[in-house]
């Protein structure tokens, strides 16, 4: 991933190789800027084969400042008990010029 862009929808997808996306109980993805904080959990997610993906909205990317870090994470519980967390990401907020939501 290149970028979130503002007011848009962007996919976040995490794939996993070392466990079964069967095996996850719990697991929040959060999204961090400075003051910003988007988290959404398990529910509000897609689990496919191998990876589980959330869509952000217009509202969620909207308040994203343009060019700073963005750091992305998704920390998960797994049926036997074990909690573990991805490594931390970071992308850069992209700039759009209609930031109104359609």
Avoid: H
């Amino acid at each position: 991933m290149i970028g979130i862009m503002q007011s848009t929808t962007p996919p976040i997808e995490f794939t996993f190789k070392q466990y079964s996306v069967d095996d996850i109980t719990e697991c929040y993805l959060t999204i961090k800027q400075d003051g910003v904080k988007v988290e959404k959990n398990l529910d509000e997610a897609v689990k496919k084969t191998n990876s589980i993906v959330w869509n952000l909205t217009q509202e969620e990317t909207k308040v994203l400042n343009p060019k700073r870090t963005v750091e992305i994470q998704i920390k998960y519980k797994l049926a036997n008990g074990v909690v573990t967390a991805s490594p931390l990401y970071e992308v850069n907020a992209l700039k759009i010029l209609k930031m109104d939501v359609i």
